[in-house]
């Protein structure tokens, strides 16, 4: 189980699209190995990612794949992925509660 919030976030929404998008569909999680490969870091705070969740076949070593998505392919598991394809992104904003 995630421990950072957005981790909890993208753990949370990892299971809730499984088996409910086409099997092309591919979500941008907002992190990047392209500094260390291997090394996953989100783009918002440049603090690690403490948590995976990759396909059995998706991680390669493959230097150009430094981008985090949600892979249809592999029942929105984890994968890395080429920064420069077109993916649906995750939309992350601020919680704001109103008093009635």
Request: glycine fraction near 6%; aromatic fraction near 16%.
């Amino acid at each position: 189980m995630p421990t950072d919030c957005t981790d909890i976030i993208i753990w949370l929404v990892s299971g809730r699209l499984a088996g409910k998008q086409d099997d092309s569909a591919s979500f941008w999680l907002g992190a990047s190995a392209a500094e260390v490969e291997g090394n996953w870091v989100w783009y918002t705070n440049n603090h690690m990612v403490d948590y995976s969740s990759f396909a059995s076949v998706a991680e390669s070593q493959t230097p150009e794949q430094d981008c985090l998505v949600l892979w249809g392919d592999f029942n929105m598991e984890w994968a890395d992925y080429i920064c420069g394809r077109e993916t649906h992104p995750i939309c992350e904003i601020e919680y704001v509660f109103f008093f009635d």
